[in-house]
């Protein structure tokens, strides 16, 4: 049997039409209302930056600089994770205070000992994340106080969660139209806490 298909209608590109990026989204393309799927990184989709726990912090860093991102999952052989690790840990006490306790030189440390284990790791589940709005998502993270969160879903029949998406607060800033300092999180939340406070006011007006 001969099938029959449709041609595409096709038109001239405009001038300065951006191109989407696994790695940089475009801003004001989302609102607090949407979907936090929206902004939620997809692992399905992109793929996810990695280390192991026995690489130095150095490594770590340009790990980090290299994909763009400034947090990576700690795994191990099998690929299972094991912690988590931020440009706040790297950036901030940890290492200094690991180095003291341990009496140990910083290019001896690795980033085992410094990242958020997974025993500490707290991770939202795919099912509310699909019924949730980014509006949703940025309150999560401030009353967390973190600047990222892990999403896991069930995987296979045996019912096993894997890691399906993260959340970061400098993309959703970014999609919102906000433009995130990686400088501290007082700072990324109260930039965020603008955008919410000027978006309840606009629905309010109308």
């Not at 001239?12 to 696994?22: E, F, I, K, M, N």
């Amino acid at each position: 049997m001969v099938e029959f298909y449709k041609r595409l209608v096709s038109k001239p590109l405009p001038a300065g039409t951006p191109v989407y990026r696994a790695d940089r989204v475009l801003s004001g393309t989302v609102t607090l209302e949407s979907p936090a799927l929206d902004v939620m990184t997809d692992l399905k989709r992109v793929k996810v930056v990695t280390i192991t726990a026995d690489a130095n912090l150095d490594d770590a860093i340009n790990r980090m600089v290299c994909a763009g991102v400034r947090m990576l999952l700690v795994v191990d052989r099998d690929d299972a994770v094991m912690g988590v690790l931020t440009s706040r840990d790297l950036s901030g006490e940890r290492p200094v205070e690991y180095a003291s306790r341990e009496r140990v030189a910083r290019e001896s440390i690795r980033v085992g000992d410094i990242m958020t284990p997974r025993e500490q790791m707290e991770v939202l589940c795919m099912d509310d994340v699909e019924r949730s709005r980014v509006g949703d998502l940025v309150e999560t993270l401030r009353l967390a106080g973190r600047q990222h969160a892990v999403v896991v879903e069930k995987a296979g029949i045996a019912g096993q969660m894997a890691i399906r998406g993260i959340f970061s607060v400098t993309r959703i800033g970014r999609q919102l139209g906000v433009e995130i300092q990686p400088t501290g999180l007082v700072q990324s939340f109260a930039e965020l806490e603008m955008v919410m406070n000027a978006s309840t006011l606009r629905a309010a007006a109308v």
